[in-house]
DNA sequence: TTGAAAGCGATACCAA
DNA sequence: TTGGTATCGCTTTCAA
């Protein structure tokens, strides 16, 4: 392996000039660089990662902990994980996977051996665990999701409360007075992710100050759920005139598919929105109007807030996101 | 941050007994072993992961070079990716994802520095320039798949070729003579996936041996691809009596059900078989008969051979997976 | 069974 | 603009 001392001999110059020149910290002199240069090249010089970790502060490696459920969706959790990695390589960091099982033990570990410069961590839920520990350990964190107790921790996501509400006023908008929405598997809900309920209490407040009635339905990862979910809507005494989807792609294919077949014309007999989609329902077979999960600037943020923060977890701060909605034509008046 | 020389001095003894303590290296007397044991208890210590990395000669991480390509199975990709953190894990390995078109510089980046031990490539083709890489660099490295030129480097993969010969045989077995077969998208052909080539040669082989007649169709990732290409098959003059799935799991889905919409019973009408599948065909609306991809232990060779290699490439063999067949009651006699 | 000390390969301070 | 060198925290050889 070629060291620094090697490149430094070959040079003509001292270690500590090469270094320099590698880091830019101080100025060097054009001939001095380029005999730097040259002999870097020629030799194929590349700075040992341990020792830089151990002689400079960081070790430009980001942990990701990304924690994956028995009915969680893998395209959306893969989506995040690529997002991150995405953003943490235009940094020039590298992820390190916390994942089966070891999302919260595995960051004590990589923290506390000064293995990562920071955390990130998706999968957030009310009473998050990880919260404590990060801040125990003093180790710089963001997460994708806010937890119940995010003070002084750096936080991102979505405003899925303003989007729930964005998609009763919509329908509201539009005369609709009965909505009926389809969420994730209740295992969501029961695991408080931190989303499901800021969605809900949006949904409700929302209803309320409209006065217009939700009527309820979750789809479970099983097959058939999302078109079941439909039925069950549909079926009712009273059903909804409007249907928000908060739920993975596949139970919305399912139940459009169920629409088009008990014969409902979107949006003449039937108004449909996703709100919050992790997909793109714009390619969906009906597009749907709604508002789509902005993982890209998510995941951006979060590794900007876990990477920024070089004193501790103290000075982070909860980053809300507005939602944007895009009409695709899915929703109409109620005729 | 506890280092080992506070350890030393808590403990009465020199760094190189906690070291030699902590590595088992060399035995310790008991006594020693327990005052060790409490100053690294009570100073709350964990070794430097940087400096390990520098004084030892490994970093107990491993990278995944796992690419991605637009016409991919998220979840099927996502459970290689955790099945190789699982196997990592278990041997005391942390796992760097290199993605999003990092997947081949990602390798010489952090097998330049010494970041990683070892390196694991998934999604490998027919001339993958990683092979070429990972011999130039000098790093251990695993193949999950076996690309063309695999002379001297350690790959893992299902036999391919004797699964598509396993589901021709069963098949012909129950007199079947025209067997139609829903593949992959065609660009896992066009950008030579390894595993094509092997299971269409088997396919090919088999059926000529046989002497019966293959149709084939490609299931693109599209909504309805599944659907389509069991209507091509089912719609020819001379229809299959039976089909072979060597595609992903939602276009079986499509297929199953176009199939039930035909008003075709399984396996009185038709008989299916799922091959090398990466999903459960146990599962399936329809249960399948077929070959299941045995991804634990695809993972769990690659991550080992990965990591048995200190002493370079050369060593490295090919290790071919023999299939298991799994009869459903998917496969009848022809009628 | 234990200790002393020489590295490992960088970074960055202090001088010149 | 450049060089010398202490330092980072650990592993491992050589001695005792």
Redesign the interface.
């Known amino acids: 392996?070629v060291t620094i001392n090697e490149v430094a001999k070959a040079a003509g110059v001292s270690i500590s000039t090469v270094s320099y020149a590698l880091s830019g910290k101080r100025s060097i002199s054009r001939a001095t660089r380029e005999r730097i240069d040259r002999a870097i090249r020629e030799l194929?010089y590349?700075?040992?990662?341990?020792?830089?970790?151990?002689a400079g502060a960081r070790?430009n490696?980001l942990a990701?902990s990304a924690p994956?459920h028995a009915d969680g969706h893998?395209?959306t959790?893969?989506?995040f994980?690529?997002e991150v990695?995405?953003a943490a390589?235009e940094r020039d960091y590298?992820?390190?996977?916390?994942?089966?099982d070891?999302e919260v033990t595995?960051i004590r570990?990589?923290a506390?051996?000064?293995?990562v410069d920071g955390v990130v961590a998706m999968g957030v839920t009310e009473r998050d665990e990880r919260v404590a520990l990060v801040r125990s350990l003093g180790v710089a964190a963001a997460f994708i999701g806010v937890p119940g107790d995010s003070g002084g921790i750096a936080c991102v996501d979505l405003d899925f409360a303003e989007a729930a509400r964005m998609a009763v006023e919509r329908l509201v908008a539009d005369g609709h007075r009965t909505i009926g929405v389809i969420g994730h598997p209740h295992g969501y809900v029961d695991r408080q992710q931190t989303f499901m309920a800021r969605f809900e209490d949006g949904l409700a407040a929302a209803a309320a100050e409209a006065g217009v009635r939700i009527v309820h339905e979750w789809a479970e990862v099983s097959?058939g759920a999302g078109a079941r979910a439909a039925d069950a809507l549909l079926d009712a005494a009273e059903p909804p005139t409007a249907i928000i989807f908060h739920c993975n792609e596949p139970a919305v294919?399912e139940a459009e598919r169920r629409v088009r077949e008990r014969g409902l014309a979107v949006p003449q007999d039937l108004s449909l929105f996703a709100a919050a989609a992790s997909y793109d329902p714009g390619r969906l077979?009906i597009p749907l109007s709604g508002i789509t999960l902005p993982m890209e600037e998510m995941c951006t943020s979060a590794v900007e807030a876990a990477l920024g923060l070089r004193d501790g977890v103290a000075q982070a701060t909860t980053r809300i996101l507005a939602p944007a909605l895009v009409d695709r034509g899915s929703v109409a008046a109620v005729v």
Chains 1, 2 share one sequence.
Not at 46 to 54: E, F, H, K, S
Not at 94 to 100: K, Q, T, Y
């Open positions: 392996m194929g590349t700075p040992n990662a341990g020792a830089r970790m151990l070790t490696i990701l994956l893998l395209p959790h893969m989506r994980v690529t990695v995405r390589r590298d992820v390190l996977l916390l994942a089966r070891d595995g570990r990589v506390s051996t000064s293995l097959r294919e077979e």
